[in-house]
């Protein structure tokens, strides 16, 4: 008799209960299965106390929310494709025609182009605003402003705003703000606390989360996180992410959950190397200006120990260095195909150190004030031997001479 596709289908076993590992279980679904049609009728997925569709969470997707929800001192959370989906479904979720959103000026490059893209074409208007100046955020949040994006520290400039002040220039006009907060991961400084100890609590209202980068720690995910603390706020862009059909595939949170409980530590150590190199720069006569928010002479120096300095005092794994204006584009091209170790790529967060050269002046309204001129170049320092990884850079620097 060949065996019958219906009992391979509908197979009597089940596994006893019970089992136990390191690892949470990995639970794929489109399709779930109610116990009869009551149940179907009344389970609700949006409080988490039931499932009801795939789309709309499974004990994977749930487990890595709770667990994202800690690392940021959030209540809830939303996981989306990627982090740019998370700034995205923000926007869409809480901007309409008519609406403006202001965001910093060296913000997350591809936020910026949402704004002039999508977000232009259904009638909500943007204005850039200077991270490092808060009467600028103050002077331009206008009677259509509904959303001010914060980002610590800024994108490839690494600019340490005064997010204390930002906040609650955004209380006082009673504008939501939201944080880009991948830098920080939630190690460097709590979003929904920056001044520990103060009550009521300095909060963002929003904070979004690439976790295609530290928490991911592997180079080999995308996705993103929408974390809040407001019931009311995340139902509403939680509403909008389930319209929109947004979710994350059951393999590729569990690889995140994999690599979460190692965070901290990758953390610590991406800090500690980044540190050691950022310094090393300094002395380097190549290098006009070197930008890491820990060294005393970067920008926004001071604020940055302010916040950070109260929580764990972490500064992730970034910094860039501006070439003395000697040196040509196509000599700095050199520069970063020479080295070995530092791959040419974007994003960061695992455990391979990566270049990029960055033509700043495409990306930014004016060239700010306190930068040096020059060819601007980022690193985001991996797991590597910092020995290792400084012999590179050192070698490197002699196609220059
Ligand atoms: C990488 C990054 C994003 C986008 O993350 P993706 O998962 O690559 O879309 C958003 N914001 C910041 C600050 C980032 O570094």
Not at 333 to 352: E, H
Request: hydrophobic share 40%; aromatic share 8%.
């Amino acid at each position: 008799m060949p065996v019958s596709s219906t009992s391979l289908i509908h197979h009597p076993y089940t596994p006893p209960e019970g089992f136990a590992a390191p690892q949470p279980g990995v639970f794929k679904a489109s399709t779930v299965y109610f116990p009869n049609v009551a149940a179907m009728r009344h389970f609700e997925w949006k409080d988490k106390t039931a499932y009801t569709y795939g789309l709309h969470g499974t004990p994977t997707t749930y487990t890595l929310e709770e667990r994202l929800c800690t690392l940021e001192g959030g209540h809830q959370c939303l996981l989306v494709p990627s982090g740019l989906a998370a700034i995205a479904t923000v926007a869409l979720a809480l901007l309409k025609s008519g609406d403006e959103v202001l965001i910093p000026d060296n913000a997350y490059g591809p936020n910026k182009a949402l704004a002039e893209g999508e977000l232009a074409r259904w009638g909500i208007t943007h204005r850039f605003y200077d991270s490092m100046q808060p009467q600028d955020l103050a002077d331009k949040i206008g009677p259509q402003t509904r959303l001010v994006w914060l980002e610590a520290a800024g994108s490839v400039t690494l600019e340490f705003p005064d997010l204390v002040a930002q906040v609650h220039i955004c209380k006082a006009a009673g504008v939501l703000c939201a944080l880009d907060n991948t830098w920080g991961a939630g190690l460097a400084f709590q979003p929904f606390d920056l001044q520990p100890g103060l009550q009521p609590a300095v909060s963002v209202d929003i904070s979004t989360h690439a976790l295609t980068k530290y928490p991911s720690g592997g180079g080999d995910v995308l996705m993103g996180s929408i974390i809040t603390t407001d019931e009311r706020l995340h139902m509403k862009i939680k509403l909008c992410h389930m319209r929109l059909g947004l979710g994350v595939a059951a393999n590729d949170a569990e690889a995140v959950l994999r690599s979460l409980p190692s965070l901290v530590l990758r953390y610590k150590a991406h800090d500690e190397t980044t540190r050691a190199l950022a310094h090393w720069s300094l002395n380097r006569s190549e290098f006009a200006q070197v930008l890491h928010p820990a060294l005393p002479d970067s920008p926004g120096h001071l604020h940055w120990q302010q916040l950070c300095k109260m929580g764990p005092g972490g500064a992730a794994g970034l910094f860039s260095v501006i070439f003395q204006p000697e040196y040509s584009q196509a000599q700095v091209d050199a520069f970063c195909d020479a080295l070995v170790l530092f791959k040419i790529g974007y994003s960061w967060g695992g455990p391979v150190s990566l270049v990029m050269p960055y033509a700043l002046s495409t990306m930014r309204s004016h060239w700010p004030a306190h930068l040096r001129p020059g060819t601007l170049v980022r690193f985001s320092i991996g797991l590597e031997d910092v020995d290792d990884l400084r012999a590179d850079l050192d070698q490197a620097l002699r196609v220059l001479r």
